[in-house]
C-alpha cells in the first residue's frame, strides 16, 4: 500500500514521532517496539528516521504513528501552558494502567497505545465505545 504523502511529509511525520518518543524518554528498544517495527530492527537503526528516512509504508506502523501524534495533540490539549507537561505525565505511574507510566503502556502493542490515547482524548474514548460506557461525553 502506497501513502498517499510525499517522501518529505513522511519523512516529517517520522522525525515528529521520534522526537515524541525521546521527548517521552522512551527507550530506544520500547521505540522499536511501540512502532512496530520489524523484528531484528536494531536501536541503532532508529537514527536513520530521525534523519531522512520515512518510516515504513506498513498499515500497522502508520497506525500506531497516528495514534502517538493523537496523543500529542491531547497531551498539548491538556497541558497548554507547559508542552513538558506532558513528558512528565508519560513517566509518572497511573491508577488507570494499574500503576504502570502511560509511556511503558505504549509498549503493549497497538492496543495499549489505543488505550493512552483513549484515556487522554475523551472524544476518541466515546466513538470507541459507541458512547455507551465512558464517563465522557462530548459537550457534558
Known amino acids: 500500500m502506497t501513502s498517499p504523502l510525499s517522501h518529505d511529509e ?6 515528529r514521532t521520534m522526537w515524541l518518543l525521546e521527548e517521552w524518554a522512551v ?3 520500547d521505540q522499536i517496539r511501540i512502532l ?3 523484528d531484528g530492527t536494531r536501536s541503532r537503526e532508529l537514527r ?21 501524534l493523537e496523543i500529542d495533540e491531547a497531551l498539548r ?12 505525565w ?8 494499574r500503576g504502570r507510566r502511560p509511556a511503558e503502556r ?9 488505550s493512552v490515547r483513549a484515556y487522554l482524548d475523551c472524544t476518541y474514548a466515546w466513538d470507541l465505545s459507541g458512547s455507551a460506557n465512558t464517563s465522557c461525553k462530548p459537550g457534558g
Open 106 to 114: 505504549l509498549t503493549d502493542g497497538l492496543e495499549g497505545i489505543v
Open 10 to 15: 513522511r519523512v516529517e511525520i517520522s522525525r
Open 27 to 29: 527507550a530506544p528498544g
Open 77 to 88: 490539549t491538556t497541558y497548554p501552558r507547559n508542552r513538558r507537561m506532558g513528558s512528565r
Open 90 to 97: 508519560m513517566q509518572t505511574p497511573s491508577r488507570h494502567f
Open 48 to 68: 536513520k528516521y530521525r534523519d531522512a528516512t520515512p518510516l515504513p509504508d506498513d498499515p500497522n506502523v502508520t497506525a500506531r504513528v497516528i495514534h502517538l
Open 36 to 38: 512496530g517495527l520489524p
